[in-house]
């Protein structure tokens, strides 16, 4: 009997898969989403048509994408990864020339009045795409060079597309997440020193290039290193977003000030407060104690996830849900970092709780994923 066949033959199949969907996980999901519309809401003054409701309609669809995806048996994703890979490529490819350009960037394409943005379904594409290459890969490959060379151009490729839009942020988080996917996978630790040790030149190579005509990035990219480092050059400028944000934050003490109490969100003290800054207006109304909450759900997320992949002993499901996990904490880790002074604003959404569609969708795709790959494990 081939692994294939003993896959179909211990697999639940018809109805029988609503039992082995990881129901927990699915609550935390939606109790984070929760939380995030109850901050739409109070953003906007009480108003849930402005960004609340659209949320809750995005994130329906997406649930139910996430089940239709859970439905699917994982090996016929891992069947399709080399396509989804491709597509999303090409998506980015249509996105350099044909793309729309708000605020100086060149990331979204209209579809039909809908924004999209195909540099996130790069995220879970390069996971699956890595995932199925080690699962067919022999591990006794795994660290040769001339197979160490495929990955990492199945990274960098997309990532220099994602890096001219430009958007520093998600391109970090490709490199990242394709470098846990290959340490997942076993590739040797000394692959990763000399990529520590190029990342560390290059970092000086990027300051050190500031004002000359090989300068390698944009100057409002600049201007936001020099934020980071000190906010208070410029408090009416470009520091002006993260010295709101430390007010915010700080304001909201233990407990808070209380459900739309908010006065840098409400007095519209913080700018982009909906989307990539939604956390401070949480901190602010909801105190430390609903801060810690919130991570403490986020945290109940990657223990599912890494518990999962432990479980599970299909390889491919495995690399794909380490993938999958490797991508939602960067956008936690990133985004909280950006507002808390820690890291330089680079526009990453907190998942599940900023405004907007093409991140939510994504994700819940990219659980949808995890689920499938939960209910068709062999057992």
Request: cysteine-free.
């Given at each position: 009997m081939s692994f294939l066949e003993y896959r179909l033959k211990l697999a639940p199949s018809g109805i029988a898969k609503v039992f082995y969907i990881q129901w927990a996980l699915i609550l935390v999901i939606v109790a984070i989403a929760?939380?995030?519309?109850?901050?739409?809401?109070?953003?906007?003054?009480?108003?849930?048509?402005?960004?609340?409701?659209?949320?809750?309609?995005?994130?329906a669809a997406g649930l139910v994408l996430l089940f239709v995806i859970a439905f699917v048996p994982i090996w016929f994703w891992?069947?399709?990864?080399?396509?989804?890979?491709?597509?999303?490529?090409?998506?980015?490819?249509?996105v350099h020339f044909f793309g729309e350009?708000?605020?100086?960037?060149?990331?979204?394409?209209?579809?039909?009045?809908?924004?999209?943005?195909?540099?996130?379904?790069?995220k879970v594409t390069l996971v699956m795409a890595l995932a199925a290459y080690y699962d067919w890969l022999d591990e006794k490959k795994v660290s040769r060079p001339l197979w160490v060379i495929i990955p990492v151009l199945l990274i960098m490729v997309p990532t220099y597309l994602v890096l001219k839009q430009p958007n520093l942020g998600t391109s970090m988080m490709l490199i990242i997440a394709g470098a846990g996917v290959m340490f997942a996978a076993g590739v040797s630790l000394w692959y990763f020193g000399v990529v520590g040790l190029l990342?560390?030149?290059?970092?000086?190579?990027?300051?050190?290039?500031?004002?000359?005509?090989?300068?390698?990035?944009r100057d409002y990219q600049y201007k936001r290193i020099h934020t980071f480092l000190d906010p208070s050059a410029d408090p009416l400028g470009t520091g002006y977003n993260i010295i709101q944000a430390k007010i915010a934050l700080g304001s909201g003490g233990w407990a808070g000030k209380g459900f739309m109490q908010g006065t840098q969100s409400r007095l519209n003290f913080l700018p982009e407060k909906h989307t990539d800054f939604i956390f401070t207006t949480l901190g602010e109304e909801f105190g430390f104690v609903g801060a810690i909450s919130l991570l403490a759900l986020y945290t109940l997320v990657l223990v599912f996830c890494i518990t999962a992949a432990v479980q599970n002993k299909d390889r491919f499901s495995q690399l794909l849900i380490i993938g999958v996990a490797m991508n939602f904490f960067l956008y936690l880790a990133v985004n909280l970092?950006?507002?808390?002074?820690?890291?330089?604003?680079?526009?990453?959404?907190?998942?599940?709780?900023?405004?907007?569609?093409?991140?939510?969708?994504?994700i819940l795709l990219a659980f949808g994923l995890v689920q499938s790959a939960i209910v068709h494990r062999p057992r």
């Open positions: 929760a939380i995030g519309w109850l901050m739409l809401y109070s953003i906007a003054g009480g108003d849930m048509n402005e960004w609340a409701l659209p949320q809750m309609k995005r994130f891992r069947s399709m990864s080399g396509a989804a890979y491709l597509t999303a490529f090409l998506l980015l490819i249509v350009v708000g605020k100086g960037a060149q990331r979204w394409i209209d579809l039909g009045g809908v924004a999209f943005q195909p540099s996130e379904l790069m990342g560390g030149g290059g970092i000086a190579a990027v300051m050190l290039s500031e004002g000359t005509p090989w300068q390698l990035l970092s950006m507002v808390m002074g820690m890291a330089p604003v680079v526009g990453v959404p907190l998942p599940l709780l900023s405004y907007g569609g093409s991140a939510t969708l994504v």
